[in-house]
């Protein structure tokens, strides 16, 4: 019984403090979007949930130096069989220093073949940039790849 | 009006995978910068990609407003029959904008 009423009270105490974190978040996220990795890593919770995410498997192709944010090119690449039974059900990109943390969300199926997605984005400042892929077992993969950036994109005026 | 370019190889081999390349004409207003009296920009972008094989859905991206502007998307797929791929693009302020591509497959 007092191991019962221990593990009630240890429940209770959990849901507070997801209630806490829960009214934190919410108190942060009316504030101006700033740019941290903890913003970062908060829109990678909203994805993963309470999921690990394993390094490996994913391969993040971008320039190391980029002299123009306005447009990098990217592509990322998963290595799966990609078969009905073990393929990337979908890719992820996130960035650190953006004004939004989100990059692009791709969802594939077994039909793509090859699990490889490009497109060119925009990077406000030199920072990491992460790349989770989603398998169709459920499990999560990631990669970072660090970018240097001369001139930034996104903060810019009209002159 | 925004225009689409669309790449596929008119002809592949039954189970080959190939390669689709997207680009369509867009602004991509971010909603972060400000014009020259300092009034904000509200944001202008493509936020779905979605592309069918004779109908079925084969890929679809939800882009955000870190993408550059003229989104360009490529990906792959496996040529399993001849046959039409579209492609939708949909964002803010009621864009929506539709393009197909033929192919062959022997």
Known sequence: MEHRGIRIDATRREMVLAGIAGLGAALIRIEPASATPATMQRAIHQIVGEAPVNKGKVTIDVPALVENGNTVALAIEVASPMTAQDHVKAIHVFNEKNPLPNVISAYLGPRAGRARIATRFRLADTQAIVAIAEMSDGSFWSASADVIVTLAACLESLD | MARALINVPPKATRGQTIEIKTLISHIMETGF????????????????????YNGEEI?????HPAIAANPFISFFTVATESG??????????????????KITVE
Do not use: M, Y
């Not at chain 2, 910068?33 to 069918?52: A, E, L, M, S």
């Not at chain 2, 039409?84 to 591509?101: K, L």
């Open chain 2, 33 to 52: 910068r400000h014009d020259n009296v300092g009034k904000p920009i509200p944001r202008n972008i493509i936020t779905t990609f979605r592309c069918t």
């Open chain 2, 59 to 63: 890929f679809r991206a939800d882009l």
């Open chain 2, 84 to 101: 039409t791929i579209d492609f939708e693009w949909t964002g803010d302020n009621g864009f929506h904008e539709t393009g197909s591509a």
